[in-house]
């Protein structure tokens, strides 16, 4: 099998479409289509249904995915570890970041180690802590960056770097130039929060719960899903939030948010590196995580 088309043939799997497919790969449609047809004719088995719109992977195409994965990640490693030997280091990788490290701290870093390694391609990924753990165990990125240490037997932790949490408030408020607040006033005080799955919010779960403070007993007025959201939230006057101290610095500097401590409460939590237990690294990868410890 030519590993071009196993390249081919695992982007229409995760894409679930040919045209999508094509345009990732900077291919055109017709060149995708040949190339999946030469390897359903080499191995005498349809790899997709067509139906329609519809994309759908047979079983077989469900059976060699794992193995074109595999053989692909191999190839890629195969070739990061020739430019190691001859003293050069290229390549593309992948790394998750979750919504504060992600926003806030690797993109600098990345943009440090690519002076270093100008030759190389780092794509940075950015979603929740959850679902950067979700991208670490399946494979899609050799590392992530998170806010928090969610357990899973296929997850190794490292700690990285200490962040703040603060309670912000905007122009105006009541709060407005105070060092602190009581735990009490935090439970009066109409909040905003990030969704489940986000690492500020675990800290600040188990935070309260340090405290002895129940989940339940905070006055929650809504949920959103980015740390932006939640900023401007707080500067209209929605509700209050305790954020990464990290993702304000600029408002709190420009006056258009406050950040306030809360007597009380552990709001310190580092951010961790994430790998997979069983896998393999790429020197890339381990490259860039013996750039990156030193480096903050």
Known sequence: MDLRQLEVFAKVYELRSFSKAAQSLFLTQPTVSERIGLLEDELSLKLFDRTGRETIPTRAGDLLFGYAKRILSLNLEAKHAIDQFVGKMAGELAVGGSTIPGEYVLPALIGRFKEKYPEISVSLLIRDTQGILDLVKEGQVEFGVVGAKINHRSLEYSELMTDDLVLIVPPHHPWWGKDSVTLGELRAAPLV?????????????????????EWESLKVIGEMGSTQAIKEAVKAGVGLSVVSKRAVGEECKHKLLWGVKVQGLNAQRYFYVVTHRERTRSPLAEAFLTFLRPSV
């Open 193 to 213: 929060i990030r969704e489940k799955g986000s690492g500020t919010r675990h800290s600040i779960e188990q935070a309260l719960e340090q405290a002895g403070i």
